[in-house]
């Protein structure tokens, strides 16, 4: 199980486009601890864009991976990538696809999966969309809720 950290959707949240004038926001999901039975997103950052438009964005890997090593010394590991769509309920474009998967093959080494992000137009957490993707495959997470119990301010909990 995955699970959005308050801080998490706000940065998300910050990005969302709201106006036709907006332009598609990326960045990378990080969390401190992935031996736990859920895996927090306890950092999300933005990446400045190498260029960005209302329904494209594009981002300098090299710049991606850097910010992967200095998180990495604060003991954040990097577990996949975000943006914003401007779509309520997003979806994946074929590009979107292409992406997720290069970087799933990419980080193969170290993992088996990436998480990939979409966050739509919709009030957070529901305009949140999650997928896992793999050298090969794009899989839809199912999202829910948990218990209020559960924790303090109920963010979103994504299922694999």
Do not use: Y
């Amino acid at each position: 199980m995955l699970q959005f950290s308050d801080t998490a959707i706000q940065t998300m949240g910050s990005h969302v486009q709201r106006h036709r004038w907006s332009r598609e926001s990326v960045g990378q999901l990080f969390s401190r601890d992935l031996t736990a039975e859920t895996i927090v997103v306890d950092v999300v950052t933005v990446l400045k864009p190498r260029w960005s438009a209302w329904s494209r964005v594009s981002f300098d890997t090299h710049r991606a991976m850097d910010e992967r090593a200095a998180m990495f010394e604060q003991g954040l590991h990097c577990i996949g990538l975000w943006h914003t769509h401007p779509e309520r309920l997003p979806e994946p474009s074929p590009e979107d696809r292409a992406l997720a998967m290069d970087h799933a093959r990419a980080a193969q080494p170290q993992m088996t999966g990436l998480v990939f992000a979409i966050v739509g137009t919709s009030p957070l957490p529901a305009g949140l969309r999650v997928w896992i993707a793999d050298e090969s495959n794009l899989r839809a997470a199912e999202i829910f809720r948990m218990p209020q119990a559960a924790t303090a301010a109920d963010p979103a909990v994504t299922q694999r």
